[in-house]
């Protein structure tokens, strides 16, 4: 499919072919909502722990003796049951790691894309990898392109540009990504997708190939 490459100031002044085979298929959203539950399980430290009643510290000695005091029948003051005591059932240190073929992996990475298209949300933009790295000019820019009143923008360059990654730096919901760090859950937090030639170029490239 043909979309429209902007310049810098907000003008159509060329065309791009994006591949049906990324950027036009039927979006697979339960594969998409598996890569979200998994990227975002992987995130997670799990370093929560909690101590039980033979960890935390006192009740060594059984508080008053067994019978002919009138109180019922205590063993320890650090049961659970007790204030200080241990915590029952509580979390320990665990993986919360997902596994997940790398066929359906590129899957939802090609229904995220299709589903940006078909919403209208991609916006290609020249000349942006050599934009001066002050917030000012980034600004301004993002305000000129298609979709300025979007309430987020990810950009995305085809490898690590410093000025790019300067100029958005202060902006308040601005996002920039290098294009083989495509993933589901910045795809989705952020409304418009404001690509390169050359990261549509990686793009073709990482997931475009016939059987992917």
Do not use: C
């Not at 049906?20 to 598996?34: A, C, E, K, L, Y």
């Not at 000695?61 to 205590?74: H, I």
């Not at 919901?173 to 997708?193: C, F, Q, S, T």
């Amino acid at each position: 499919m043909q979309v429209p490459v902007y310049d810098l100031e907000g003008r159509a002044v060329d065309q791009i072919e994006l591949a049906d085979s990324v950027f036009g298929i039927t979006p697979n959203i339960p594969v998409m909502h598996q890569a979200l539950v998994r990227q975002l399980a992987n995130a997670r430290a799990g370093t929560h722990d909690t101590k039980t009643r033979g960890e935390v510290r006192g009740g060594g000695r059984k508080p008053w003796r067994q019978k002919g005091t009138g109180r019922a029948r205590q063993g320890s003051i650090r049961a659970p049951h007790w204030k200080g005591g241990g915590v029952v059932w509580g979390p320990h240190p665990r993986s919360y790691r997902q596994e997940m073929p790398k066929k359906m992996r590129r899957l939802a990475i090609r229904s995220l894309l299709s589903v940006k298209q078909r919403e209208n949300q991609i916006v290609v933009v020249r000349g942006l990898t050599d934009i001066e790295p002050k917030t000012k000019v980034m600004k301004g820019v993002l305000q000129r392109l298609p979709l300025a009143t979007a309430r987020s923008t990810l950009i995305v360059v085809d490898q690590r540009r410093d000025n790019v990654r300067r100029a958005a730096g202060n902006l308040e919901d601005v996002k920039v990504l290098v294009a083989h760090n495509m993933n589901i859950r910045d795809g989705l937090k952020y409304e418009r997708m404001i690509l390169t030639p050359e990261a549509v170029e990686v793009i073709h490239r990482l997931w475009a190939q016939e059987g992917a």
